[in-house]
């Protein structure tokens, strides 16, 4: 059995794609073939579809890229838990890792692995999606905040595995604390301007 895929120019001078296939149909005593029919079909549309959705895809990995974000799906009836290449690049972990579900849990701290549970939970019973956002420890042991989604997918009513993202959000969060450290201590500063004056009132008031 023959099957090729290659580029042909034609006679109008497009270049096109063929899909090459064939089969002996008939074969001498020895074995040798004797008769072979096979087709030749334009799959010209296919190849740049393909080559789009490759294209495209290479596109939505480098957005995620770009955005910090990692895909996970958790398999409800085999209990599975299933990461992109790009998660466990966020945690510090092996391309060839293959975390199970409290492997993950056991990233966050304590009070996060509770919070994570039980929105997992909702998911698996009543089908709720859930946004959440936790610190935890990589593998390598830095501090990191994640951004974390999940949605149910449904079968007749029924939830049959989560899926969603998270995202390290590590760097908007310090940029929010240092933000509430600048504003606590400006409102510090603008309290002791205001003492200074009220003091300064006093004195005044008892010069006088």
């Given at each position: ?7 042909v ?53 480098e ?9 996970w ?14 998660l ?68 007749d ?31 510090q500063?603008?309290k ?17």
């Amino acid at each position: 059995r023959l099957q090729h895929e290659y580029r042909v120019l034609s006679r109008n001078g497009a270049w096109k794609w063929l899909l090459d296939r064939g089969q002996i149909v008939s074969r001498a005593p020895d074995g040798r073939p004797l008769r072979m029919v096979g087709t030749h079909s334009d799959i010209t549309e296919r190849k740049h579809l393909e080559r789009r959705l490759q294209t495209a895809e290479q596109l939505a990995s480098e957005v995620a890229a770009l955005a910090q974000v990692g895909g996970w799906e958790f398999d409800i009836a085999k209990g599975q838990l299933a990461w992109t290449p790009l998660l466990k690049q966020l945690h510090d972990l092996e391309p060839a890792a293959q975390p199970t579900l409290s492997d993950a849990c056991a990233f966050f701290e304590e009070d996060g692995q509770a919070r994570f549970a039980h929105a997992l939970q909702e998911a698996r019973t009543l089908a709720r999606a859930f946004e959440l956002e936790l610190p935890a420890t990589t593998a390598r042991g830095r501090r990191v905040w994640f951004r974390i989604l999940g949605r149910p997918d449904l079968r007749d009513g029924r939830p049959v595995r989560v899926h969603g993202s998270m995202q390290d959000i590590t760097a908007r969060r310090s940029s929010e604390e240092a933000r509430r450290q600048l504003e606590l201590q400006l409102f510090q500063a603008q309290k002791m301007e205001t003492l200074g004056t009220l003091a300064g009132g006093i004195a005044h008031d008892f010069n006088n």
